[in-house]
């Protein structure tokens, strides 16, 4: 991680303006090795709103962008089954392109992604999956010292309530990228994969779907073979009823105190049949900054409860980072004030244009992760072990 000051950020449109491209304007804008120069979405009003927040022209069709010189890539945050035209179109136009997940709606969908970094020579870099965070990279490195053995198995149990949220009807369609398996399943599968280190050989699954109150798939119970026999089990539900930040400190997904009764509210306004981001465009789904000074520092929560085994010993996310269990008993790793996420993203970007570095999370990395989300959804659809 560079300690200088930076004296030539890569200037970034970002394209789709929802949860994910807002996110991206307000990291974006904190970040040193990124500056937002323009921002882009087909609704005018959103459009307008977010460009006059952030000082920059706030487009209204992906040709503004393309035709911008001062973007010198994009953040690509329309929905999913968007990703792979809009892709091709921007990287027509010499942009470099960070991809939020699941970076396609599906594996062949990936291998285009793939091809096109190649043919436009440009840099693809699949973003903002929760295995980045802080603690995941913190047992990565820990694994990788060696300090619990050789790994054996990783474990990752996540009860949400994703489904019951406000939604357009495009996310809960499987074949577009939607669904749980797709949507949510990217996180699990790279705290995996990050940690773990290794090609993924195998998956086995069942997925369910319950047609009320949303028809969509909200929950899976995945194993993933990683190569030299190491497994990973993966367990979604995201119906909200239980709540696996009651196992986690009370903080959630986004590290925010989690509130027990809001799934049930959300049940009874049934306001998951409201528009996603309500009338004033903007209101829904920003709960404003939070009020605890780690929180918004460290911009990491739970993706459930992480559990790696090793040889000689255990890890688990924990309140402030890490508890490594061994011979000796049990100590803390202190994540909390440790750069993760689209922080670390962006940086990593930087490293790659500016330095000529290869980039770790590239097109083929995120086509891997879809390849893996696909196989999860494939297994429980054909009863049977996909072997990758
Ligand atoms: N990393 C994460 O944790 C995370 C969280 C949420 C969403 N996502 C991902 O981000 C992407 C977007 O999700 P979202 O929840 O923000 O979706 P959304 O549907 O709420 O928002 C998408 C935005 O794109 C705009 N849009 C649609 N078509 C467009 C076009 N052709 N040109 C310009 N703008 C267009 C829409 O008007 C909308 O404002 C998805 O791939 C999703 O999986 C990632």
Redesign the pocket.
């Known amino acids: 991680m560079e300690t200088e000051p930076i004296k030539d950020p890569i200037s970034i449109g970002v394209?789709?303006?929802?949860?994910?491209?807002?996110?991206a304007v307000k990291v974006a804008s904190s970040s040193k090795y990124v500056t937002v120069a323009a921002v882009?979405?087909?609704?005018i009003e959103?459009a307008s709103t977010i460009g006059r927040i952030s000082n920059v022209p706030g487009y209204?069709?992906?040709e503004q962008l393309c035709d911008d010189p001062n973007v010198e890539a994009v953040y690509l945050?329309?929905?999913?089954y968007?990703?792979l035209a809009?892709a091709l179109q921007l990287a027509s136009a010499g942009k470099h392109l960070l991809v939020?997940?699941?970076v396609v709606k599906d594996g062949s969908e990936g291998e285009a992604l793939v091809t096109l970094a190649k043919d436009f020579r440009i840099n693809i870099m699949a973003?903002?999956?929760?295995g980045r965070d802080a603690p995941i990279r913190a047992m990565a490195r820990i694994v990788q010292e060696g300090s619990i053995g050789s790994v054996l198995s990783l474990t990752n149990i996540c009860y949400t309530d994703w489904v019951i949220r406000p939604r357009?009807p495009?996310?809960l369609v499987t074949a577009l990228?939607g669904g749980v398996a797709?949507?949510q399943a990217?996180?699990q599968v790279e705290i995996a994969r990050t940690i773990i280190n290794r090609p993924v050989v195998a998956v086995t699954s069942i997925a369910g779907r319950s047609p009320s109150p949303v028809d969509t798939v909200g929950n899976y119970s995945a194993l993933l073979e990683f190569s030299g026999g190491i497994s990973a089990t993966l367990v979604y539900n995201g119906y909200g009823y239980f709540n696996t930040a009651e196992l986690t400190y009370g903080k959630g997904e986004s590290g925010r105190e989690f509130d027990p009764e809001s799934s049930a509210r959300l049940r009874q306004n049934e306001s998951w049949s409201l528009d996603?981001?309500g009338d004033a465009g903007l209101a829904v789904r920003d709960r404003g900054p939070s009020t605890d000074a780690a929180t918004s520092q460290r911009r990491w929560g739970f993706v459930g409860l992480t559990i790696v085994s090793g040889e000689s010993g255990d890890l688990r996310q924990s309140e402030g980072g890490v508890t490594v269990y061994d011979k000796d008993g049990f100590h803390q790793e202190d994540c909390s004030m440790d750069i993760g996420g689209l922080d670390v993203d962006f940086a990593d970007f930087y490293v790659a244009l500016r330095r000529n570095d290869k980039l770790e999370h590239d097109a083929r990395w995120g086509a891997a992760t879809v390849q893996i989300c696909e196989a999860i959804w494939n297994s429980h659809c054909e009863g049977r072990r996909i072997e990758l």
Request: proline share 7%; hydrophobic share 20%; with cysteine.
């Open positions: 394209l789709g303006l929802g949860t994910a491209g807002r996110n882009c979405d087909i609704n959103t209204t069709s992906i945050s329309t929905p999913t968007l990703h809009n939020e997940k699941p973003v903002n999956t929760r357009f495009y996310e990228g797709f949507r990217p996180h996603k981001y």
